[in-house]
């Protein structure tokens, strides 16, 4: 079965502070992967996605995430986080099935908090 | 104001009774799901529907049922069956893009969070 893995529970980081979240997913075809982001009080909304080709993407905020697919890998980025930062952050890998149906699944989450 | 709606936010019911929740979407979209959240574990997908009149099973949909009689409506059924409902529930909907389910943007509601006493 199709699982994505979203390494860190909760990071905590001083404004400022560089960050990466990492996600692997075990799928090996084709994929469509995405970062959602949900901020305190507010609905899951969608950081960026990754369809096909340049496997650098860039999303809102200042956000970027690049696609490494030799490691299973969609990990997050951002150079210089902002207490503004402060959400969790879902990756989501959408992938066909043997049996041609499609299957989207999400990582348990990344709470991020920025500290000012 | 397009967007999605869940309503109510807050839901209590006492073990036993089935309770239905409402979506809505305003996007014209025709693809729409449903999510459940526990803490901890993510999203998972309940149920979702391509079209109209017709919808399909998720990775837990036992207990729960669905309708889709209308393109902006998906109310989502928690019966008496599913062990263990108090969770935060989402609907999403997207545009339905050639590509399949789930290839394109998902927009969510705001959730509606089920207290079962």
């Known amino acids: 079965a199709q699982s994505v893995s979203q390494h860190n529970h909760h990071v905590i980081l001083s404004e400022a502070a560089s960050l990466e979240l990492g996600c692997n997913y075990s799928y090996g075809g084709t994929v469509n992967l995405f970062w959602y982001v949900q901020y305190p009080g507010q609905h899951l909304q969608l950081l960026l996605k990754?369809?096909?080709?340049?496997?650098l993407v860039k999303g809102i905020k200042g956000f970027e995430a690049e696609f490494i697919k030799s490691k299973f890998s969609f990990n997050l980025r951002k150079p210089s986080v902002q207490w503004s930062d402060t959400a969790e952050y879902f990756c989501?890998?959408?992938?066909?099935?043997?049996?041609?149906?499609?299957?989207?699944?999400f990582g348990k989450g990344t709470k991020l908090s920025v500290i000012p | 104001d397009g967007g999605i709606t869940q309503s109510p936010k807050y839901l209590f019911r006492k073990e036993g009774q089935n309770v239905t929740l409402s979506c809505e979407q305003n996007?014209?979209?025709?693809?729409m799901y449903w999510y459940r959240q526990d803490p901890g574990q993510g999203l998972r997908l309940i149920y979702y529907?391509?079209?109209?009149?017709?919808?399909q099973k998720g990775d837990i949909a036992e207990g729960y049922s669905v309708s889709r009689e209308k393109k902006e409506s998906f109310p989502l059924t928690v019966t008496s069956a599913q062990k263990n409902p108090t969770a935060f529930y989402l609907c999403?909907?997207?545009?339905?893009?050639?590509?399949?389910?789930?290839?394109?943007?998902?927009?969510f509601g705001p959730g509606t969070r089920l207290t079962v006493l």
């Open positions: 989501a890998v959408n992938a066909r099935s043997g049996a041609g149906s499609y299957q989207l699944t």
């Open positions: 990754y369809f096909s080709g340049d496997p």
């Open positions: 529907s391509q079209i109209v009149n017709d919808f």
């Open positions: 999403a909907s997207s545009p339905g893009l050639a590509g399949g389910p789930f290839t394109d943007t998902q927009y």
């Open positions: 996007l014209n979209h025709d693809a």
